[in-house]
């Protein structure tokens, strides 16, 4: 009986020839993630070693610069845990900043056919990569930290196979939205992604889906290792590595398909992500107050790119903030490059620097009593981007461009008739 990809790398990393659902696997950790909010004191243990001071990553992203003196000190510890162990990986305020899981992507440190763990819950972003990657609680990191190894449950696996592809105006946050409304939460499951449609998405579409795993509370969201992830880690990370694709008879509890032709804009109404979204001419005219592009699912400059077709020429509508927040410096750069960022400013958007920002309520964009946005982020929970009296609905960047256009919520198609992914 086959494996799946999942069970395939709990297996290498355990020393298993095979596993199955229902296992407690000890895996060895390849690549170790602390961000600035591992280092405030509820959650810091001072270290005496490191298995592998090579294998950890220390990246400064939740509250950057620093947002207030609790924030500010969480820094200092960083930093000096860093200097204590003589940490190469390490990303400070500055040039190399960003949100640790766009990192991990920018330089390609989760390897396929690894194992990749970190202190926040949307870690499983690494999976675009093939990487079995996770978040996990602050005593794991520790734990890890010390020993270089963790442990996991080995859950069942949904798997679904990517075909088709994506028609004018829609992206993969709105796959994912529909993954979300159709098939509810993965609580215990693996998520395993592959299919031809591979071929028509690239490795920042894929991102936001892996991304996203967290929402529908999948154990590890993973994509096949095809060649354009292979090309993308080879070019970024020269460390060896072995891709991790499913067996032909592997067990799955589910495959479905994923026809991308089928796939419209959705829009998720607030307070909840699962069994929650509409298309976008159900709430069509929602008046809003804020919408926010950014976060480590939709901070990608592909998102700057579609941000700036749809908005090229127009104005974001009076009574409306605008905020687009780039997942890492690189990105930022490279969107400065491409011309976005002057194309966003001149249109009325504020473009912050890269971090966390609004997306978890944090700074940069807080919400006020009574206010309404439309996200392109991770959560739109209540009281998650600010007062809990503000409601939040959540969408593709193309269609918080749109809204924002607008002032109200609005389908894409009214701005663009591009293919966007």
Request: charged residues 20%.
């Amino acid at each position: 009986m086959g494996m799946t990809m999942t069970e395939k790398i709990l297996a290498r990393t355990s020393g298993a020839k095979t596993v199955s659902p229902g296992e407690i696997v000890v895996v060895d950790v390849d690549t170790c993630v602390f961000i600035d909010n591992s280092f405030f004191p509820v959650y810091w243990r001072e270290m005496l070693k490191l298995a592998n001071p090579d294998k950890i990553v220390v990246v400064f992203d939740h509250r950057v610069p620093a947002s207030d003196r609790a924030a500010a000190a969480a820094h200092v510890v960083g930093r000096a845990f860093v200097k204590q162990f003589g940490i190469k990986r390490f990303h400070d305020v500055g040039r190399d900043v960003g949100i640790s899981h766009v990192v991990v992507s920018d330089r390609a440190y989760a390897l396929p056919g690894t194992v990749l763990v970190c202190a926040d819950s949307h870690t499983c972003s690494g999976g675009a990569f093939n990487c079995a990657a996770r978040g996990v609680g602050a005593p794991d990191m520790i734990y890890t930290g010390v020993t270089g190894k963790t442990w996991f449950r080995v859950g069942e696996t949904v798997r679904y196979d990517i075909t088709g592809k994506l028609n004018a105006g829609v992206t993969t946050k709105d796959v994912f939205l529909h993954i979300a409304n159709a098939f509810g939460e993965h609580a215990n499951q693996n998520v395993e992604f592959g299919g031809p449609g591979l071929q028509h998405l690239s490795i920042n579409a894929r991102r936001t889906i892996a991304t996203m795993g967290a929402e529908i509370s999948a154990d590890f969201a993973i994509f096949e290792a095809d060649d354009a992830v292979i090309d993308y880690v080879k070019s970024r990370n020269p460390a060896p590595f072995e891709p991790a694709n499913p067996d032909a008879d592997a067990v799955y509890k589910y495959r479905r398909e994923l026809a991308l032709n089928e796939m419209e804009p959705l829009v998720a109404l607030p307070d909840a992500v699962l069994n929650n979204s509409v298309p976008v001419g159900k709430v069509a005219g929602e008046k809003i107050d804020q919408a926010f592009i950014g976060s480590c699912a939709n901070g990608t400059l592909d998102d700057f790119s579609i941000a700036a077709r749809v908005l090229n020429g127009r104005r974001v509508a009076e009574g409306v903030r605008l905020l687009i927040t780039p997942g890492s410096q690189e990105i930022y750069r490279e969107a400065v490059r491409a011309g976005y960022v002057q194309i966003l400013v001149d249109a009325g958007a504020i473009v912050t620097n890269a971090t966390c920002g609004a997306c978890g309520g944090g700074h940069l964009g807080v919400l006020g009593p009574g206010e309404t946005c439309i996200t392109a982020s991770t959560r739109n929970f209540k009281g998650r981007m600010g007062d809990p009296t503000a409601r939040i609905y959540m969408g593709s960047p193309a269609t918080v461009a749109a809204s924002a256009i607008a002032g109200v919520i609005t389908h894409p198609g009214e701005f663009t008739k591009e293919a966007l992914v």
